[in-house]
């Protein structure tokens, strides 16, 4: 069997699969028969065109903070695909090219959202269309403590209590013998 005037394989059967082509185009074959001793003239030339793959986008996607730095996406497999583009949808840009329908984002900022999608390729084609757009947002870090606690008498019946102030942080709990009875606000 001759594909595009070069040699593919030889067969005993009458018919034969030729596997793996590029999707949308134009192939031609010509078939030799062979007796042990001599080759025959080639058969006249059968073409056709190889179906255009049509590439769905993968459903079923979900985005899952598992850390401080680190997000988890999942989607259904879609068939006939060789593997997945993943977008960061908030600078449009592709994270990376995957072949499972997992994969895990890492080195992130603790507490920040970050929304993803995922498109299907197919050699040098990819689905016109992406996912839905799926958003997780990275558990926050537990803040430092605070330090250079002081407390001062301020009467007979009061106490200052001052400290530092740490990075990122909203609230204060203050506790006097392990019970909370006061918050303070940044």
């Known amino acids: 069997i ?4 070069e040699f593919v394989v030889n067969v005993t ?6 596997e793996n082509l590029d999707s949308d185009v134009d192939y031609c074959y010509v078939v030799k028969a062979y007796n042990d001793i001599l080759e025959s003239v080639a058969s006249e030339k059968a073409c056709a065109k190889t179906m255009k793959v049509v590439l769905t986008p993968p459903t079923e996607i979900t985005a899952e903070a598992i850390g401080e730095t680190t997000i988890v996406l999942t989607w259904a497999k879609v068939e006939k695909v060789g593997g997945y583009k993943i977008y960061d949808m908030k600078s449009s840009q592709v994270v990376d090219i995957v072949s499972d329908t997992t994969y895990t984002v890492e080195n992130l900022a603790p507490g920040t959202e970050y929304c993803y999608a995922v498109s299907s390729v197919y050699k040098n084609r990819e689905s016109f269309d992406k996912s839905d757009m799926v958003c997780a947002t990275t558990l926050a870090s537990v803040p430092d403590a605070p330090v250079n606690v002081n407390v001062e008498a301020t009467s007979s019946s009061s106490v200052k209590v001052s400290w530092d102030a740490v990075a990122d942080v909203k609230l204060y709990y203050i506790y006097s013998a392990d019970t909370m009875f006061k918050t303070s606000y940044t």
Do not use: A, L
């Not at 059967?13 to 030729?18: G, L, M, N, R, V």
């Open 2 to 5: 001759y594909r595009n005037d």
């Open 13 to 18: 059967d009458t018919t034969y699969i030729d």
